[in-house]
Nanobody, 123 residues
Framework: QVRLAESGGGSVQIGDSLRLSCAAS????????LAWFRQGLGKERELVAG??????WYGDFVKGRFIISRDNSKNTLYLQMNSLKPEDTALYLC??????????????????WGQGTQVIVSS
């Protein structure tokens, strides 16, 4: 069974940077859209960034602060987060898109998820 495992989260200050990684246990990366979602306490899960082959897309709130990338040879997805704000505090999850019936921004199109890595940004 394919599994995703996130790492790289932590507690940081306003304006700091973090680099999240998502390692896959199997060969699922090559032909799939991949994405980072986040879920804050009491909030709905929202798309942070996604990548199709080498073409990325981002949630509106990112505004140039984050960069998503993938290394198919290492089966690893990355999220470089810069200029972090307290509102970026959330559980960050990576996901693999297994359905193309809906929107690429919708969690329902993603059938494989990691457990998440917590990011806390304090002032």
């Amino acid at each position: 069974q394919v599994r995703l495992a996130e790492s790289g989260g932590g507690s940081v200050q306003i304006g700091d940077s973090l680099r999240l990684s998502c390692a896959a246990s199997g060969r699922i990366f090559g032909g799939y859209d991949l994405a980072w979602f986040r879920q804050g306490l009491g909030k709905e899960r929202e798309l942070v960034a996604g990548i199709e082959h080498r073409s990325p897309w981002y949630g509106d709130f990112v505004k140039g602060r984050f960069i998503i990338s993938r290394d198919n040879s290492k089966n690893t997805l990355y999220l470089q987060m810069n200029s972090l704000k307290p509102e970026d505090t959330a559980l960050y999850l990576c996901a693999c898109r297994t359905s193309y019936e809906g929107s690429r921004n919708s969690p329902s199109d993603y059938g494989i998820w990691g457990q998440g890595t917590q990011v806390i940004v304090s002032s």
